[in-house]
T-cell receptor, first 111, second 115 residues
Framework: DAKTTQPPSMDCAEGRAANLPCNHS???????VYWYRQIHSQGPQYIIH???NNETNEMASLIITEDRKSSTLILPHATLRDTAVYYC????????????FGQGTTLQVKP | EPEVTQTPSHQVTQMGQEVILRCVPI?????FYWYRQILGQKVEFLVS????????KSEIFDDQFSVERPDGSNFTLKIRSTKLEDSAMYFC?????????????FGEGSWLTVV
């Protein structure tokens, strides 16, 4: 799996957009970018994923650069409940489909 | 919305005892996983399971661990003789079918404390 690099921590003001960056410079053409988050040792929660096009759902937007070497997860209006560890994961086709978690970014949303 | 459910949510066991952690994956999912997270550390892959057999396991998943799908709905992780270092949160996960664009969904975890 391609490795990802994320800042260890970030702060965001409540109500503002949270932009979480991720570098994946060694990503291959068939590898998807996934974002999960983990709130206080709960189970990892799926947020969004994409291959090359930008994606949006009810939780977030995912912006992938044209060269696919980096991406940004955007939480448009962060709330205190969005305080969590956010994981950017790149996954290739495999015979198991497993995900490999890194250290992630701890996002602290402040009032 | 369908979800992965795990029991128990918390278990305390004596060192050397056997523990079984149970999971009910999302209905119609075919791929199943166990992960663990030691307090303060990252989420680690343990094992993947498909078609009633292990498809991949990590170095952590040694002979003390086993997995089973005893019926059409449950997926279990057994630790034969627990050690102090097995204290962790254990997450079960499932996925519908194999595709790199397909999503893995996680349960809320079972917190195991070995004393």
């Amino acid at each position: 799996d391609a490795k990802t690099t994320q800042p260890p921590s970030m702060d965001c003001a409540e109500g503002r957009a949270a932009n979480l960056p991720c570098n994946h410079s060694t990503i291959s053409g068939n590898e998807y970018v996934y974002w999960y988050r983990q709130i206080h040792s709960q189970g990892p929660q799926y947020i969004i994923h994409g291959l090359k096009n930008n994606e949006t759902n009810e939780m977030a937007s995912l912006i992938i650069t044209e060269d696919r070497k980096s991406s940004t997860l955007i939480l448009p209006h962060a709330t205190l409940r969005d305080t969590a560890v956010y994981y950017c994961i790149v996954r290739a086709s495999s015979n198991t489909g497993k995900l490999i978690f890194g250290q992630g970014t701890t996002l602290q949303v402040k009032p | 919305e369908p979800e992965v459910t795990q029991t128990p949510s918390h278990q305390v066991t004596q060192m050397g005892q056997e523990v079984i952690l149970r999971c009910v994956p999302i209905s119609n999912h075919l791929y199943f996983y166990w992960y663990r997270q030691i307090l303060g550390q990252k989420v680690e892959f343990l094992v993947s399971f498909y078609n009633n057999e292990i498809s991949e396991k990590s170095e952590i998943f040694d002979d003390q661990f086993s997995v089973e799908r005893p019926d059409g709905s449950n997926f279990t992780l057994k630790i034969r003789s627990t050690k102090l270092e097995d204290s962790a949160m254990y997450f079960c996960a499932s996925m519908a079918f194999l595709s790199s664009g397909n999503t893995i969904y996680f349960g809320e975890g079972s917190w195991l404390t070995v004393v």
